[in-house]
């Protein structure tokens, strides 16, 4: 049996879990403007859990969650990955098989099990468009009502299926930055239990599952997990994982994560060198990963200095390229803010030992952004009536 608490990850305060407490009241006192969230609250377990389910080891009962199937997605050896890169142990996650087609369905799920455990009827969020589309699909699914805030250029697909679903959808005029603070206002407010990423501690928890999978499906940790990095709560979820697996003693350390950012949205990586979080108008093609203040950053910053982990960044172009090379090599369409994982691991692969194991995390479909797909290949310019027209 396991109990669980949360604890604050600036001042490892403790406090009990609840559906109002969101950050720790005495960090969040100090919140500055423009600055990742102070304060974000962790869920700490204690005693030992009946078994290795993932479901296991979440602080929230199984018959709450809803019946939709999140997670158990499979980890494969593309045949000729392997061949090209000469690493025996590479894998692949495909989190974009998920049901609403993103990672963003670990940590729904577990909000949307925590809000039946709570009684509460509807979930506000701001998203770049994967959070809002998963918290619209998985909410529909446990008959919740969702109040979803996107900025007015998310990709029309992230819009569309998060209508399909039934989400309440309101644009905002400027960025994900933008709807993240009127997202926060209307559950303050309006009520109704904020989902945002990082603000609510059950998204952190819920990205921990990867972890257990991962270590399920192996049969240990890896050497090496490649992971894109926007607001760094997936990045927090996978250590979180690894953490709480360490503390039961299944594993003898923390693997070494490596945090991808787009070079136009580098945040985290600027703050490894830096220390602080200056503010950058994000700009890249990986949308799902375009952020200006990561909200987990202070936690991104913390458990990549404390484990060892690296951040490093790549282009736009690196990240298109790395999208058709999965596409084309392994049948894996994945959408550019997954495929930056998978370029990160291209760019890091010359300083990493070729028996290493190392998973390659991929987070959405590819088809929930066709306009950026579209800029790396070449459509027929025009329709034929007959095979002679075929050069
Ligand atoms: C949200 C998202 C990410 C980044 O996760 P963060 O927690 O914001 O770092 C990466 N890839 C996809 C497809 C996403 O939807």
Partial sequence: MLTFNYKCSLCDTRYEISPELMLCPDCEASQEIGQPLNGVLEVELNGNPDSNDPLDLLPVERKYFPDIPVGNTPLWSPERLLGKHGFPELFLKDDGLNPTGSFKDRASFLVAAFARKHDINEVVVASTGNAGSSMAGVGAAAGLKVKLFLPKTAPPAKMIQSLQYGADLVLAEKNYDHAFSLSLQYSKIRGGMNRNTAYNPMTIEGKKTVSIEIFNQLGKAPDHVFVSAGDGVILSGLY????????????????????????????????????????????????????????????????????????????????????????????????????????????????????????????????????????????????????????
């Avoid at 003693?249 to 994560?257: F, L, M, R, S, T």
């Avoid at 392994?330 to 998973?359: D, I």
Wanted: charged fraction near 20%; proline fraction near 4%; include cysteine.
């Fill in 240 to 391: 979180k994982g690894f953490r709480d697996l360490h503390q039961l003693k299944q594993i003898p350390g923390i693997p070494v994560i490596h945090a991808i950012q787009a070079s136009g949205s580098n945040a985290i990586c600027r703050a490894m060198d830096s220390g602080v979080y200056d503010l950058q108008n994000a700009q890249t093609v990986a949308d799902s990963i375009s952020v200006d203040t990561p909200s987990n950053g202070l936690l991104a910053v913390k458990n990549l200095k404390a484990y060892g982990g690296h951040c490093l960044t790549v282009t736009d172009e690196e990240i298109l390229s790395a999208q058709k090379e999965l596409s084309s090599d392994c049948g894996l369409f994945a959408e550019p803010a997954a495929a930056t994982a998978y370029a990160g691991f291209l760019k890091q692969k010359p300083f990493l030992e070729s028996s290493a194991s190392c998973v390659v995390l991929l987070t959405g479909n590819g088809l929930k952004d066709i306009n950026s797909a579209s800029k790396n290949v070449v459509t027929p310019d025009k329709a034929i009536n007959s095979l002679d027209e075929l050069t």
